[in-house]
């Protein structure tokens, strides 16, 4: 077992709390600050990470990336509009050193598009590396591993 001191873990769990609470309140220019500027964020499927193949349904290898999805969405994607919420377990903290945690935590995403009643989207976990800047904790890398093997016609939002 791992042990962490009250700060560290006080701000592992407001990290995770203030990701969801962003991505559901459809902020979206909030998400790639939550991030180091040479990053990687990858959406893929529990099959393959099972199985060791790389293959994902989104690869994003920096901050300058995460800034381009959401442009993406802002502007040139065109969906039926929907909304999201996020509901994220404690982090499992898997390994610890100076200023570098590597957590592991379930989510749960819920749709809501207008007229229709709420839906459960996608759910699975997710494997992060996250390290210590002087802006606070922000996440090197966030690995988004989802359960199911079938998925709406396209992810239009980060999870």
């Not at 199985?51 to 995460?66: I, N, Q, V």
């Not at 207008?114 to 996250?130: A, C, Q």
């Amino acid at each position: 077992m791992i042990k962490l001191d009250f700060n560290d873990h006080f701000e592992l769990s407001q990290l995770y709390a203030d990701y969801a609470s962003a991505l559901s309140s459809g902020n979206w220019d909030l998400w790639p600050e939550f991030f180091t500027d040479e990053c990687c964020y990858r959406l893929q499927p529990r099959e393959n990470f099972d199985r060791g193949f790389p293959l994902a349904t989104l690869s994003f290898e920096s901050k300058g990336m995460l800034k381009d999805r959401v442009y993406g969405i802002r502007e040139t994607l065109f969906h039926d509009p929907y909304y999201q919420r996020i509901v994220t377990g404690a982090p499992v903290v898997r390994k610890a050193s100076e200023g570098r945690f590597e957590c592991e935590a379930n989510y749960a995403v819920f749709r809501t598009k207008l007229s229709e009643l709420s839906s459960v989207f996608n759910v699975g976990r997710y494997i992060d590396t996250i390290v210590r800047t002087p802006d606070g904790l922000k996440f090197q890398s966030r690995l988004v591993v989802y359960d199911s093997e079938m998925i709406p016609n396209s992810i239009i939002y980060p999870i």
